[in-house]
């Protein structure tokens, strides 16, 4: 673990600090972690219970601090998590966490078989609560089966978002803790259904680093607004595509008029009637035959993408703001944005990722003489 605001070149090259591989004393198992910096909370999944002769299954869910390791202060004790039932023919179990704020949204699935056409099938159940306070009956979820929920992230500690692998983005209300989480929307991908991949940084902006932040001069914008961010999606099958979406469509009324009433529940809106105007697709091109999609050649942060074109790093701002402003090379067509290609550096090879926030960016590079090896790039904006 690195803290980007006291890292150098220096501190960068001394012994790294280990963290206690179980903060949880003796626990079967870890099954999820998740890490939100800006509260200095870790957050890991135990399981309680995973002998397959019987039939209920357990979580536990462990709040520490990232710098002390000891219980966090604000979470009053772990919670107990009630996953799916276990049943004979399930062969597989996967949880996934969330935070933002006091919001947390937890994820529990089971691999139950594959059906004729070698598809997973899955039962799961998707929790949100508030974990500051203690003792809440955990009797207020939702549940589906068939598909999964590849990735969940809070949008705001009102709304939240899934990717499912039916390549659909699924909106769901989460504003009354008193009631299961309600979904208001499919929004459909004009691709099959696969393990898409999304990325959408929940905790990006707070108000003592936006409140030092200014744009004089040509500097790019910034803002919190979060209906101006950008979240992306990444196919993983060839052909490879990154689509960007503006946020601003989840927060919309949306017209009665977009929903497909022929769909299951009704809740499906057609990548025709909200993709053009509210997207941008960017074919990806792999230029070493051997390289994964799964690693990450771009990133997202607040209005920015940065990806790489055929060596290039470009940095794409679909703020409307800096749109309105004409910085870098304007693109105005649907969902306009503005773009700065840097030309004074190649970057051919193994780029594995890219992480940016409001001041710096991150460019993980696998280095060439030791795989194990990740050489890391930090670049103040």
């Not at 704020?101 to 004729?116: I, M, T």
């Not at 207020?140 to 590849?150: A, H, I, P």
């Not at 030092?212 to 099958?237: E, H, K």
């Not at 004074?344 to 780029?351: I, P, Q, T, V, W």
Request: proline share 6%.
């Amino acid at each position: 673990m690195i803290d980007l605001r006291t890292c150098t070149p220096k501190t960068a090259s001394a012994p790294s600090c280990i963290w206690n591989k179980d903060t949880a004393n003796a626990v079967p198992a870890v099954c999820s972690r998740y890490i939100d910096e800006t509260q200095d909370l870790m957050i890991t999944v135990n399981t309680l219970n995973d002998n397959p002769h019987t039939s209920e299954f357990t979580y536990r869910i462990n709040f520490r601090t990232m710098y002390t390791d000891k219980e966090h202060p604000l979470a009053q004790g772990s919670r107990l998590v009630n996953g799916r039932t276990s049943r004979p023919e399930d062969t597989q179990r996967r949880v996934a966490v969330t935070v933002l704020g006091d919001r947390l949204a937890f994820y529990s699935n089971v691999l139950q078989s594959r059906d004729e056409e070698d598809y997973h099938l899955y039962r799961w159940s998707l929790h949100v609560l508030n974990w500051h306070m203690g003792d809440q009956p955990d009797d207020k979820f939702m549940l589906g089966e068939s598909y999964d929920l590849v990735e969940i992230r809070f949008l705001t500690e009102e709304k939240l978002l899934a990717l499912t692998t039916r390549a659909e983005i699924e909106l769901y209300n989460v504003e009354d803790l008193s009631k299961a989480p309600q979904l208001q929307a499919r929004f459909m991908l004009p691709v099959i259904p696969q393990s898409l991949l999304l990325r959408y940084p929940s905790v990006f902006h707070s108000t003592p680093s936006c409140a030092r932040l200014t744009a004089p001069g040509d500097r790019w914008i910034w803002t919190t607004n979060p209906a101006d961010r950008v979240i992306c999606v990444m196919t993983v099958r060839h052909p490879l595509a990154i689509f960007v979406i503006h946020a601003r469509l989840f927060f919309m009324d949306i017209p009665l008029t977009w929903f497909d009433t022929t769909s299951k529940d009704g809740r499906a809106i057609p990548w025709s009637t909200w993709g053009p105007q509210s997207s941008r697709c960017f074919p990806q091109a792999l230029d070493i035959p051997f390289l994964s999609a799964v690693g990450y050649r771009f990133g997202v942060g607040g209005s920015r993408v940065m990806r790489v074109v055929e060596h290039r790093m470009h940095m794409t701002d679909f703020n409307p703001s800096a749109v309105a402003r004409g910085i870098g090379k304007d693109v105005t067509t649907y969902l306009p944005y503005v773009e700065v290609v840097n030309s004074d550096r190649n970057f051919a090879g193994l780029l594995e990722d890219i992480i940016l926030d409001e001041e710096k960016v991150l460019i993980f590079i696998q280095n060439y003489d030791d795989c194990e090896v990740m050489d890391v790039e930090i670049i103040d904006l």
